[in-house]
């Protein structure tokens, strides 16, 4: 048997504490050195569900058939509880010099000659599984610092096991969080109005999601959190459908603008949620904070959308990931030019200059711009002169409840009129 000064597996325990890497593959490898440094033909980790012995990881070339990652076997046919117990030690050179294993059927019918096995406990001390290897010749040279090699590597196993329940329990936690949020409807919408910049006439409202939380959160990242639990479609609906709801209170002229991720669009759902509502009275503002996994479907669904009659805008552009080649692509009816690129406009020659060329581009591929962010009337008064039709902005008016945003059009409405 190989001493253990022959170990190398320092790189696997290095690769084991770096960042990002998969605890699957650790595991994988762990099992595979174990089953090579000690002349093992089959290596696995198992988890026990309820009687059950449930194989998690298998090393075993030639022995697929036998051990299998997702098969099972009854805990009362396998060694595991005698060795919980002490009725059997963790390493057994040879089967046949040990009574119980003999009186064991399995023992005979694989034949099993050789066992290494030590446990593997959850973070609160409870036994979930084991880390095993085996052989169907007998190794009587296996010694006590060849069950050390095996317990570190069952070890390093054991830390990946219980990182992968910690992460499902938080994963849980955040899914039945996100659920309560969208059954009991617990956030609010608000509205932000986007005017003619011209006129200052009142041409829409964006609706924006604040989740009432303690303490408060922003709402990008509940919509982060939902993702990762795949209920990012379902919650962004669940917004979208109470923010449509001010159109039966806005005037007919008045349009209301929705936000949704590629995901979502690419999910089909949204022509249903807007299947109700007047389309020329719907915007779809497409935020893209994460690459787009597949243009084609996107592009698809938002073909069908257009054609029923819905605006399309492209959220954020000159921010992050809505770079030009995504504009191009998507070809949308609205840009909105991000915050980051509006905030002191009226002051930096890189920004207006980048302002200007949108501008221009906007008028090459006939689509409309608003620009956001907007807090100062210096701002206001550069985006004007670069030609931008529609702002939005702390200056010209904050998000607020749908009542607020009622009482500013009417207010609006009667200053222009007066
Ligand atoms: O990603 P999107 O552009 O949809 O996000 C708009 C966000 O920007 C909202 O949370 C809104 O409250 C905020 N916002 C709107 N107008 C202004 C503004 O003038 N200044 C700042 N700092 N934020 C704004
Ligand atoms: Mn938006």
């Not at 699957?24 to 174990?34: H, S």
């Not at 090579?36 to 298998?58: I, K, P, Q, T």
């Not at 243009?295 to 698809?300: A, F, H, K, P, Q």
Request: proline share 6%; hydrophobic share 40%; charged share 20%.
């Amino acid at each position: 048997m190989a001493e253990p000064s022959n170990i190398t597996g320092a790189s696997l325990l290095s690769a084991a504490g770096a960042p990002g890497v998969n605890a699957d593959e650790t595991i994988n490898a762990a099992l595979d050195f174990v089953r090579e440094h000690l002349n093992m033909e089959v290596a696995y980790l198992s988890e026990f569900v309820g009687d059950n012995l449930v194989f998690r990881a298998v090393s075993a070339p030639g022995f697929e058939e036998m051990v299998a990652v997702g098969g099972s076997m009854p805990l009362d046919q396998v060694y595991c509880r005698h060795i919980l117990a002490g009725r059997l030690p963790e390493l057994i050179p040879d089967t046949g010099a040990e009574p119980l294993c003999q009186s064991i059927p399995l023992t005979h019918a694989i034949p099993i000659k050789s066992h290494v096995s030590i446990p593997i406990r959850r973070s609160d001390g409870t036994p979930y599984g084991m880390f095993c290897c085996l052989s169907r010749t007998a190794q009587s040279d296996l010694n006590p610092r060849d069950l050390e090699v095996m317990r570190a590597f069952a070890n390093l196993s054991a830390d990946q096991v219980n990182e992968k329940l910690a992460v499902q329990i938080q994963r849980s936690e955040i899914f039945a969080t996100i659920q309560h949020v969208q059954e009991n409807q617990l956030f609010d919408i608000v509205y932000q109005p986007i005017m003619d910049a011209g006129s200052r006439r009142p041409k829409g409202f964006e609706a924006l999601c604040r989740f009432k939380s303690e303490p408060y959160r922003p709402p990008n990242l509940w919509f982060d959190d939902a993702k990762t639990v795949g209920l990012q479609a379902e919650l962004e609906i669940a917004v979208i459908e109470r923010a449509l709801a001010a159109l039966n209170d806005l005037p007919p002229e008045i349009y209301v603008s929705v936000n949704a991720s590629p995901d979502t669009v690419a999910s089909g759902a949204l022509s249903d949620v807007f299947a109700p509502w007047p389309s020329e009275r719907i915007v779809l503002e497409v935020t893209e904070h994460s690459m787009v996994s597949s243009y084609e479907t996107l592009l698809n669904n938002l073909d069908l959308l257009r054609f029923s009659g819905v605006r399309l805008a492209i959220d954020d552009a000159g921010a992050g990931y809505s770079g030009l080649q995504h504009i191009v692509k998507l070809r949308p009816d609205i840009i909105k030019l991000d915050i980051s690129l509006t905030s002191q406009i009226d002051t930096d020659v890189v920004r207006r200059s980048l302002g200007a060329a949108l501008v221009r581009f906007a008028r090459e591929i006939d689509a409309a711009i608003v620009a956001e962010g907007i807090e100062t009337g210096s701002e206001f008064d550069t985006l004007n002169e670069l030609g931008v039709p529609l702002a939005q902005g702390y200056y010209l008016g904050r998000p607020g409840s749908l009542d607020a945003a009622k009482a500013w059009f009417s207010h609006q409405t009667r200053q222009i009129r007066a």
